[in-house]
Structure formats: structure tokens, C-alpha cells
């Protein structure tokens, strides 16, 4: 059951999870908050300095389109889901476009509708749903969320209350989530949640029952939870044991939390916005099963590196990864229909690569590779990764690459390449020499074929040894002059 789907949520709830499977949802979407996230990757070794480098993961900026309209008009229509639309959730969306237009808030309510409602049916009776938003959107998903689960499965809206970040100087500042919890029926599991009491009452040594005090003393497991949560902190300091880089990262106490009150070991835990990960490493801590949906790459492979890091901490972690490319028609499939997607699939099959940021103009610059040379001023070496998707390739290939190896002071450069080089380019590789590394000599260029990149090892010449991780699995610290993970408020 632990799978990790690379892809749209909405067609894998459809067509690869079965109805009334799964026993908690937690999901985290985009808030609709207008902005665009980036992870910033920083080394870790103290001999390496000014390797730093950023990536976009996600895009939280909507707009009315041609595909807003095709899953607004779908949805109402129901044709894209299995679980049919009822007549409030029709009549709704019908309202809120009359009253949104087509607006950026409506494009966003068009794409989380039909999955609210696959999400729905793939629940358990006995099961809940955790939506997590902030006041950005979250008046719009209640209503969503009370068509789709009916007003009377509402459980409650739990705010999440936080410190840290900017200070703006005409409002009050937002320091609050709000998560909306709803159970498919009324007939749901739910364990209560306790947290230790105050100092002051365990001075009293007595607690207030019902209006009463009692004679027995205080309850042993503390106090129930309440529906406002100011206990779990958010990940903002720079050396939390917990931060990956990862922008809209939520702490594993909170998903702790959610997790153990409903669900119970065993249980089939499903996030469909998984992100870096976060629900799938507690629920396996927990020994829940889980399922985790993310359409980009980038957050595959960091889970998949988080969770072999468990793994290799002696842990038994079993796992499969479903929709990522398995053979080359999957992989020429990917390249055809995300072309992005495809290069931060090739880079990361590289040891140590580390994709670069998504923008045009990079001069075919898809991926580096940083390692470890003391004979630099800096001591940091650096590979260039170009991956080229096409089926069309030549030699001329070779001497662009060659070209922006210069151009960027780089040592060496692999080309990714979707067919097999052909003789020319292999030749026109070889011409352009090595790189000296201490004792190995590296070739300037060498090209792999996608091929290549499904065999074990994959047969490329690095210094391994001295590659610095693409991704530092315990703490990221961004450098002066980077882009922040998240927008704070103005000031």
C-alpha cells in the first residue's frame, strides 16, 4: 500500500485508488495565496563555500482559462469524476460563479472541487478529511467542503496559531492556519488528542470537569486538545532539526497529531498535495500505511531520498513509486508531455545532481554537480548537467556544452540525450579532452543516453567521494542575497 504517485492527483485518485480505501485524508494545496515558491538547496560542509542554489517547486498564482473552463464546465457536467456531483455542489458552483466571474479565486475553486469530491469516495465511512488552508481562501472551502461532505459532517475548524516572519505596519499580522476537519459519516473513528497541563493547575493538583471539581485528582494523560492549537510551532529558525528548504514545509508534530487522532496503526493515511513529504514520514513512524500524490518530480525525489534516509538509519521503510519513468517509453512519454518534469527526472538519476532553477535563457544549463576540490580558491568543483528531450540530436551539441563550460568556469559537462549519441557526437566528446581530479582523469563531455540512465551503476565517471548532496536531508540555510522560501507580509 505505501506508494508514491508522481502526477496529477486527480486522474490517480481516479483511476488508481479504489472507493472506500482510505481511512484519513490530510491535505495541504496551494492556499491561493498569489505566489510563486522556491526550495533553496545550501551545502552543509564547512570546507565548501557559495554552493547555493534555488529552484521553483510550485506556482500559487491562478488564472481563468481554458482549462479552468474545461474542469468548471466537467465538474458540472459530471464528467470528471467518478463520484457525481451532487445538486448543492452544482447549484454552488454555479453561485460563486455568478459572484467570482472568472477570477483567479474561481480558477482555484474550479481545480479543488472534483478533487474534494474524489477524495470523498475513495474515504472510508468511518473516515475524516483535513484540509489545510489559510484565510486567504478558507471562507470559499467551507462551502466547498459543505457541499461536498453535507454541513452536518463538519467537525470543526481548527485554527493553528504561530509565531515568527514579518511584522506589516497597517494590519495585524497573520499568524494563523486554519485546517477544516469533516468525517464522511457520523460514524467516524476519533481518538482525543491530550497535551500536559499548565504549570498552575498542576500546582492546584486539580482540574474542572463539567463545571465540577474532583476529588481524584488530575487525569493522568493531561488535557484534551481544543480546537485552537498555539502548541506546535512552525518551521521558521534556519537551524530547525526539522527544515528541508522545502517552502509551505509543516512540522511533523502537527501531522503527528492529526494522524493520531484520527486514525489508528494500520490505517490507510492518503495525501494528495504530499509535498516534500512531511505526512508520509509520520504516518510511517506511526505504522499507518499511506498513499502521496505530488505532479511535480522535484518532490518525489526528495521523499523518496527522506524515506531511504530512514531506511539506512536502520528502520524498515517498504515503499514503491508509481508514474515516475520506469523505461524508456515512459521516460520519452514524460519528456513529450512535461518537458520540465523530464529534467528534473534525468538530473536526479545523476549522482549529486541538483537541478537548476525553471527559466528560460539558461544556455542548456539543467542540472550541476558540485564536489569537493581543494586546488580551487573556493574549494568547490563544478559539473554542468544539459538534458535535451528531442529526438533530433548532433554533434553541435557537444560544442555548445563545451562553450558554456567556459563560460561558467565549469570543469566538466553531461549530456542527456533522449535517443542514443550518435558516432559523431561520441567523437566530437572525446576531442574535447579531460579534466585532471587529483588522480582520475574525468572526460570534459560525456553524454548518456536515457537508456543509460536505467542501468546500475549508471556508467558515468565522477568524483563520488567528493560530491556534495543535492539534497542535505537535515537542515537547509538560505544565504544572504537569496530568494526568501516564503513571502512574509510587507512591512
Request: aromatic share 10%.
Amino acid at each position: 500500500m505505501n506508494t508514491l504517485y508522481f502526477g496529477d492527483n486527480l486522474e490517480i485518485l481516479r483511476e488508481k485508488i479504489e472507493d472506500k480505501t482510505v481511512d484519513l485524508v490530510y491535505l495541504d494545496p496551494p492556499f491561493q495565496s498569489g505566489k510563486n515558491y522556491n526550495i533553496i538547496f545550501d551545502n552543509k560542509r564547512k570546507e565548501v563555500e557559495g554552493v547555493t542554489a534555488q529552484i521553483q517547486v510550485f506556482e500559487d498564482t491562478w488564472e481563468w482559462g481554458p482549462e479552468a473552463e474545461k474542469e468548471y464546465s466537467e465538474l458540472i457536467q459530471g464528467k470528471i469524476t467518478k463520484e457525481r456531483p451532487s445538486a448543492r455542489l452544482i447549484e454552488l458552483m454555479k453561485a460563486m460563479r455568478g459572484y467570482l466571474n472568472e477570477t483567479p479565486m474561481m480558477a482555484y475553486l474550479a481545480m479543488m472541487a472534483p478533487r474534494l469530491l474524489e477524495l470523498k469516495r475513495v474515504l472510508k465511512d468511518t473516515g475524516s478529511i483535513y484540509l489545510h488552508c489559510d484565510p486567504t481562501a478558507s471562507h470559499y472551502l467551507k462551502l466547498l467542503m459543505d457541499a461536498v461532505f453535507d454541513p452536518e459532517n463538519f467537525r470543526n475548524e481548527i485554527v493553528w496559531c504561530y509565531a515568527g516572519g514579518g511584522i506589516p505596519k497597517k494590519d495585524f499580522p497573520r499568524k494563523h492556519d486554519v485546517i477544516l476537519r469533516y468525517s464522511k459519516t457520523d460514524d467516524y473513528f476519533y481518538s482525543p488528542i491530550y497535551r500536559p497541563y499548565s504549570p498552575g493547575t498542576l500546582q492546584r493538583g486539580r482540574t474542572r470537569v463539567k463545571g465540577k471539581y474532583f476529588d481524584q485528582g488530575l487525569r493522568p494523560e493531561g488535557t484534551p486538545v481544543n480546537d485552537w492549537w498555539a502548541d506546535v510551532p512552525k518551521i521558521t529558525s534556519p537551524t530547525d532539526p526539522e527544515k528541508l528548504g522545502y517552502p509551505t514545509q509543516k512540522p511533523e508534530a502537527l501531522l503527528e497529531r492529526i494522524i493520531r487522532a484520527s486514525s489508528d496503526e494500520g490505517d490507510v493515511v492518503l495525501d494528495p498535495f504530499c509535498g516534500c513529504g512531511t505526512t508520509v514520514a509520520v504516518a510511517q513512524s506511526l505504522n499507518r500505511k499511506w498513499i502521496g500524490i505530488d505532479i511535480t518530480y522535484l518532490a518525489i525525489d526528495i521523499i523518496e531520498k527522506r524515506l531511504e534516509e530512514t531506511r539506512n538509519k536502520g528502520e524498515e521503510v517498504n515503499f514503491k513509486i508509481e508514474g515516475a519513468p520506469a523505461d524508456e517509453y515512459s521516460a520519452e512519454k514524460l519528456a513529450e508531455t512535461n518537458p520540465f518534469q523530464f529534467q528534473y527526472w534525468a538530473v536526479s538519476k545523476i549522482p549529486g545532481g541538483m537541478p537548476n532553477e525553471r527559466k528560460t535563457g539558461d544556455r542548456g544549463i539543467d542540472g550541476s554537480i558540485y564536489f569537493t576540490d581543494i586546488s580551487k580558491p573556493n574549494k568547490t568543483g563544478k559539473a554542468i548537467i544539459s538534458v535535451k528531450g528531442g529526438r533530433s540530436i548532433s554533434p553541435s551539441m557537444i560544442r555548445d556544452l563545451e562553450g558554456t563550460l567556459k563560460s561558467k568556469g565549469a570543469d566538466f559537462g553531461i549530456l542527456i540525450t533522449l535517443p542514443e549519441p550518435t558516432q559523431n557526437m561520441k567523437t566530437e566528446a572525446v576531442k574535447q579532452g579531460y579534466f585532471q581530479y587529483v588522480r582520475m582523469q574525468i572526460p570534459k563531455v560525456q553524454i548518456l543516453s536515457v537508456k543509460d540512465l536505467f542501468t546500475k551503476p549508471i556508467s558515468i565517471k565522477l568524483p563520488e567521494e567528493s560530491i556534495i548532496p543535492a539534497y542535505n536531508m537535515k537542515k537547509i540555510k538560505p544565504k544572504e542575497g537569496t530568494l526568501p522560501l516564503e513571502e512574509e507580509e510587507k512591512e
